[in-house]
């Protein structure tokens, strides 16, 4: 369904609540393989409704959402609903052996929560392997009837979904790397809702039409889903004025270029105030570390309504992939809106001071000949995270033993130069271990990136809560005189961070949410090698402080 008119469907069903149950959303969400073409070539890929990207879903705050997922493709499947807090819904969060078992093939699944306090732009992706690569979309949430927005109300609204796009399979490209040892190949190309853009050996591919008409205000809503890499965005000849991240308003402020990570959304308010034409629209890779990222820009054409198709292009040109101060301009000018009606809630005190380093490793693998006998890992605190057989969730709520242990390390097992390139001994552990919580703890986790084989950016998102970036620099972090410059007034609210390459970052968060919950580096190929862990959040006081008990229809292992 086109986005504005499933937008239109849903505001005509809260015009008329006595036609459509307002307040609960069904959806039927068929994963389907379509044959589909991009960069003069054919393949195979994993889709919802034979949608790239598949279909915005529409909701309004505090809505309930139900989705049914149909599984019609020959691989296990699951859905994560990226950024949605699912208060006591774990059941509903999707990550594979985390919440759930997968969709087996043939099989359903309704995914069923509740869109508790909050508005914004969201985004759902497959949680299982590299599916999520061509299985995402948007997740729009409006705000109640009646309650407008904190900023000048625009004249309409578009949803932009970054990704990349991969000539070969990309579950072939993982298993491959895999079984080397060596880091899997990087994309062909990134895209611009579905789309490269103008590339070159290529006459055929088309190019994506942003529409506006002169004089309008439109509210872009972008929404990173690329599997690997941070992106610059920007578009020729306009300034973008940034009102929301990751779902939670922010003070506004203009920009020439956003950088939004894997996870992360942009909501942004273009002014189309230039002259009548077409302007260039613009999706690079940003990586400040020697990490190898695919090169190719994506572009798209904002398209002022009457331009003729043949009229000349205002081009721009992106950030160089190593411009970090570009993306500080960005992330240090974010702060959380703190008005009376959204107030910024940080924790002042903590009761749970967890210091956590992430990087590389190289554990041994003889078989990994390609790699010399070695395979290279990912590590939170010098542990590599073992997937389970069954579900983490499951495994607590049945009080399963034998499935996690709880001793997940609130410090590094060893300290050394972070920065620096690591010591001698480059080998973690692999288990599969939690970190307990109780309810209503206050938790802050300094989130600290080493040197090992290479320092690099890793976006870390966190399932079930929402958290404040409290502090962020270069370097290692210091106890003693870095908390000294924390922002504890309006900090950004956020579900997924960049923790700088070389450098840390703070947040702070409140266990308010009983269940297992996953935090893990949304750069996918750094999940897949071990950068994971999860949070078990006990129950607290009473039915209303405890996980529901789960559905009738959850998968089987």
């Keep these: 369904m086109d986005s504005r008119l499933a937008r239109i469907m849903l505001l005509m069903a809260c015009i008329l609540p006595a036609l459509v149950e307002c307040g609960v959303r069904h959806y039927k969400f068929h ?121 000048p109300k625009p004249d309409d609204e578009l ?89 939670t308003y922010v003070k506004p402020f203009k920009i020439e270029t956003i950088v939004i990570a894997p996870g992360q959304t942009t909501n942004v308010l273009l002014n189309a105030d230039q002259k009548s034409g077409k302007y260039l629209v613009a999706a690079s890779p940003f990586m400040d570390a020697p990490v190898a990222v695919d090169n190719l820009t994506a572009t798209a054409t ?116 972070y920065s620096g390139p690591g010591p001698t001994n480059l080998n973690t552990v692999t288990a599969t271990k939690v970190y307990k919580l109780p309810f209503n703890a206050t938790v802050q986790v300094v989130l600290q990136d080493t040197g090992i084989i290479a320092p690099e950016n890793h976006p870390v998102h966190l399932h079930g809560f929402n958290f404040f970036v409290v502090g962020k620099g270069v370097g290692n972090y210091n106890p003693s005189t870095d908390p000294n410059n924390f922002n504890l007034v309006d900090p950004v609210e956020r579900n997924t961070v960049g923790v700088p390459a070389g450098g840390w970052t703070a947040i702070r968060f409140m266990a308010d949410n009983p269940g297992v919950w996953f935090m893990h580096c949304h750069l996918e190929v750094h999940t897949t090698w071990g950068l994971k862990m999860a949070f078990l959040v006990e129950n607290g006081n009473g039915s209303e402080q405890s996980v529901i008990p789960p559905p009738k229809d959850l998968p089987k292992c």
């Design 31 to 151: 994963v389907v393989a379509k044959q589909t073409s991009r960069l003069c070539s054919s393949k195979s890929i994993v889709t919802i409704n034979g949608k790239f990207p598949g279909p915005t879903l529409y909701a309004r705050e505090d809505d309930t959402v139900l989705v049914k997922v149909i599984n019609q493709v020959n691989h296990n499947v699951t859905i994560h609903w990226h950024g949605v807090r699912q208060l006591r819904t774990g059941w509903a969060d999707g990550p594979a052996y985390v919440t759930q078992c997968p969709i087996q093939p043939g099989k359903t699944y309704v995914y069923n929560f509740t869109l508790t306090g909050q508005r914004g732009t969201l985004l759902y992706h497959a949680h299982v392997n590299w599916l999520r690569s061509t299985l995402h979309g948007a997740l729009v949430i409006l705000p109640k009837r009646g309650v407008p927005y904190p900023f």
């Design 159 to 247: 949803v932009v979904v970054l990704g990349e796009w991969w000539k070969s399979d990309t579950e072939a490209i993982i298993n491959e790397a895999l079984k080397s040892g060596l880091a899997p190949n990087v994309s062909d190309a990134h895209t611009i809702n579905g789309l490269p853009g103008t590339v070159t050996n290529c006459s055929s591919q088309d190019v994506y039409n942003l529409p506006v008409e002169g004089g309008k205000t439109y509210l872009l809503r972008i929404v990173n889903a690329a599997l690997n890499e941070e992106l610059f965005f920007k578009i020729a000849g306009h300034k973008l004025t940034v009102v929301e991240v990751d779902a």
């Design 302 to 417: 904002l398209h002022y309504t009457g331009t003729l198709a043949t009229t000349p292009t205002f081009l721009t040109t992106p950030p160089p992939k190593n411009a970090t101060q570009v993306a500080n301009n960005f992330i240090s000018s974010l702060r959380g809106l703190n008005s009376k009606k959204y107030p910024v809630n940080v924790p002042l005190t903590v009761d749970h001071s967890l210091f956590f380093t992430v990087g590389l490793g190289i554990n041994p693998c003889p078989s990994c000949k390609a790699a010399n006998g070695s395979r290279v890992v990912a590590s939170i605190n010098n542990v590599t995270f073992l997937m389970p057989t069954v579900a983490l969730l499951q495994a607590h709520y049945f009080n399963i033993k034998g499935v996690f242990t709880t001793d997940f390390p609130a410090n590094p097992p060893h300290v050394f130069n």
